[in-house]
């Protein structure tokens, strides 16, 4: 069953490099659960993740000529619907007070319930992390980037995102702290 799965996403992408309306309808709504769950990590709320959904399938659907069918598809969609968020969340990041902490020492780290976690359990919790904090913890955690990258797409120096990701991590566990206290 799965082989046919793939041939038909084959075939949609392949009518999509050719200009297709119908089979770019057919894109959006067979990926658009996944570029959603991308988005929500990324932005404030639901309006701004389908904004910024919308805005990576206009960029998927202009690109699309140029995409190498024997990569997958998956990750080039998962790049640009990362790269549209950040994109529309730089204006808020540089908004915040973005002092220079290239001189601010590491925070050690040991290991804590965070480990223990699954995706899900961390991802209600980074509600309470502050906005600069939660996008480098999904960049870094979730979606794999090291910070060299997060530095370039964020416009910030690599050792602030380190710092950012240490404070996101013991903002965490304080967070968790505080709801085994309440239900402990």
Request: one cysteine or more.
């Amino acid at each position: 069953m799965r082989p046919s799965h793939r041939i038909a996403e084959d075939e949609i992408i392949r009518q999509c490099k050719s200009g297709s309306l119908k089979y770019q309808e057919l894109l959006y709504k067979h990926f658009y659960g996944y570029a959603m769950g991308i988005g929500l990590r990324y932005c404030l709320n639901r309006d701004d993740a389908m904004e910024a959904v919308n805005d990576a399938f206009i960029k998927v659907f202009n690109a699309i000529k140029s995409f190498d069918t024997e990569k997958p598809f998956k990750a080039w969609l998962r790049a640009i619907v990362v790269n549209t968020a950040i994109d529309r969340r730089r204006k808020d990041l540089k908004l915040l007070q973005n002092t220079d902490l290239d001189d601010a020492g590491q925070l050690t780290l040991g290991v804590t319930v965070v480990d223990s976690l699954n995706a899900q359990d961390i991802l209600n919790l980074m509600q309470g992390l502050p906005t600069i904090q939660a996008t480098i913890f999904n960049l870094y955690e979730i979606d794999g980037y090291n910070h060299d990258e997060i530095s370039e797409m964020l416009n910030i120096p690599a050792s602030s995102s380190r710092v950012y990701l240490s404070r996101a991590k013991e903002k965490l566990r304080k967070i968790i702290k505080v709801e085994i206290t309440k239900h402990g």
